[in-house]
């Protein structure tokens, strides 16, 4: 009984025979008691533990539990209320085209993909997430705004009562925790524009949904917003376009011409035979043009027969 109860043993445990085994029978008790059912015990335990925490540990990745411990990357605190994951993507995609944030990671403190982000967003590569509120101050301790090198304030409502009171919230708590990383806000009210520089950031922007284009020149080119803005409204200075006819002119003697004349700066025009717009084109471009894109000041409306008297010089 004791031979056939070892053999069985030592066969269902998949232990091996080996060269050496126990031959008495308290020897093999031993084997049994402390090898057989502690041994292989402990180290089945220790291998379902530790998948179990690497499984724990992946699901708290995904779910946005998981503090990554970065440095000097990009934070993006909140989510726009509408169409948060295509906003992103596109947020995202031009963070990857400047050369400045070509490599620098992501991460995203937001409540609004609980189940993980959204293979849109993961296969832009280096975007990670935190799972929790924007205002609060342990969760952006979490995701290392101390360590940031931009963070980004997104409102949620582009043009919500309440979004610049949360921005200046916000923008409050990281100016309590120290923070030197550039801030940038977004702001629905002009009229807050200055509390929110007051309260922490560095620039203050409009919710412009369709172009996060301009989120990514405020931070790589500071000031560049207000140029991008300046085009968007009609307070100080206009883009107009001129209907006219130009032929075999250097593009640097058009530019300078109407500089020279105080009508404005000529930015682009209409090639004649592409029909294509031509935005600043090189200086000794010749140009064939059947219409001009001026950016005039409010206080001086230029006229098409300025502009056609500005060509006629040219000649």
Same mark, same amino acid.
């Given at each position: 009984f004791a031979d056939a109860l070892w053999l069985t043993l030592t066969t269902v445990t998949t232990v091996g025979y080996g060269d050496l085994s126990a031959s008495t029978l308290p020897g093999r008790a031993a084997t049994i008691l402390l090898l057989y059912g502690g041994g292989i015990f402990v180290l089945a335990k220790s291998a379902g533990d530790y998948f179990d925490f690497r499984m724990m540990q992946r699901d708290k990745k995904v779910k946005g539990f998981w503090r990554w411990n970065l440095s000097e990357h990009i934070v993006i605190i909140n989510t726009p209320e509408h169409h948060s994951e295509q906003y992103l993507v596109? !947020? $995202?995609? %031009? @963070?990857?085209? /400047?050369?400045?944030?070509?490599?620098?990671?992501? %991460? @995203?403190?937001?409540?609004?993909?609980?189940? =993980?982000?959204?293979?849109? @967003?993961?296969? !832009? =590569? =280096?975007?990670?997430?935190?799972q929790g509120r924007a205002d609060d101050v342990h969760k952006m301790q979490d995701v290392n705004v101390g360590e940031a090198a931009a963070i980004i304030v997104l409102a949620g409502e582009a043009q919500g009562v309440y979004s610049d009171g949360r921005t200046f919230d916000i923008l409050h708590r990281l100016s309590d925790l120290k923070v030197k990383a550039t801030i940038l806000a977004e702001c629905g009210d002009d009229e807050n524009r200055a509390r929110l520089l007051s309260a922490g950031a560095d620039t203050v922007i409009r919710p412009i949904r369709a172009y996060p284009e +301009? $989120?990514?020149?405020? !931070?790589?080119?500071? =000031? /560049?917003? !207000? $140029? $991008?803005?300046? +085009?968007?409204?009609?307070?100080?200075?206009?883009y107009l376009r001129y209907e006219v006819d130009i032929r075999d002119v250097l593009w640097a003697d058009v530019a300078c011409q109407f500089i020279r004349d105080d009508l404005g700066i000529v930015i682009a025009y209409i090639d004649s035979a592409s029909g294509e717009l031509e935005c600043n084109p090189s200086a000794h471009t010749k140009v064939q043009a059947s219409a001009l894109f001026l950016m005039v000041r409010d206080q001086h409306k230029t006229s098409l027969s300025d502009v056609e008297r500005a060509i006629a010089r040219i000649r």
């Open positions: 596109r !947020l $995202i995609e %031009q @963070i990857r085209a /400047s050369d400045r944030f070509r490599e620098t990671p992501v %991460q @995203i403190l937001c409540t609004v993909f609980p189940d =993980g982000l959204p293979e849109s @967003i993961k296969k !832009l =590569g =280096g975007v990670v997430h935190f +301009m $989120i990514v020149r405020a !931070l790589v080119a500071p =000031g /560049s917003e !207000l $140029i $991008i803005e300046n +085009m968007f409204t009609s307070n100080r200075d206009e």
